[in-house]
């Protein structure tokens, strides 16, 4: 079965500290990986993708296959960083245009001033 | 571009009514995707569309809800008869392709009584 964990609910850090938000993902085949973010009163919004291998807001994502990892990470966060956050794998099966998302249950992120 | 369009914003009606929530993805987006977000299941695929088509339903919850497109500007959601349980956050995407980005409207809020 697909599946990804997002074992912290919620993860509490200090202003300037590192963050680092875990994702472990069970997929076959190669996913494409997302990170989502959704902020206070905001909707929810892409915030990276394995495959563009940018650094969006400080944050950025190593794709571990051997861990079958795709752990978020900032060296130091900011109070505007607190918000929701989703992991999301994404396959393509049974041929072209089906696609298969599996979205993890998120991790609340507060950055204490 | 005002973004994915959901309305109502919020919903409160009574158990065994129908309910049907709307929305209307970005002009030339040809995928479509329907979401609840629940504290206890966190955000989940309900069904999505490929050109107006339904592609992959399997994450409607049960005979009570349905989901139509009858064009590319338009969907909706309908729980009938609705129950306290259905009481969510539903939210609706749509994406230029079924592996690209997926831009999410603000979601509809729904309390079941």
Known sequence: AQRVTQPEKLLSVFKGAPVELKCNYSYSGSPELFWYVQYSRQRLQLLLRHISRESIKGFTADLNKGETSFHLKKPFAQEEDSAMYYCAPQREYSGAGSYQLTFGKGTKLSVIP | ?113
């Open chain 2, 1 to 113: 571009d005002a973004g994915v369009i959901q309305s109502p914003r919020h919903e409160v009606t009574e158990m065994g009514q129908e309910v049907t929530l709307r929305c209307k993805p970005i002009s030339g987006h040809d995928y479509l995707f329907w979401y609840r977000q629940t504290m206890m299941r966190g955000l989940e695929l309900l069904i999505y569309f490929n050109n107006n088509v339904p592609i992959d339903d399997s994450g409607m919850p049960e005979d009570r809800f349905s989901a139509k497109m009858p064009n590319a500007s338009f969907s909706t959601l309908k729980i009938q008869p609705s129950e306290p349980r259905d009481s969510a956050v539903y939210f609706c995407a749509s994406s230029p392709t079924g592996a690209d980005e997926q831009y999410f409207g603000p979601g509809t809020r729904l309390t079941v009584t």
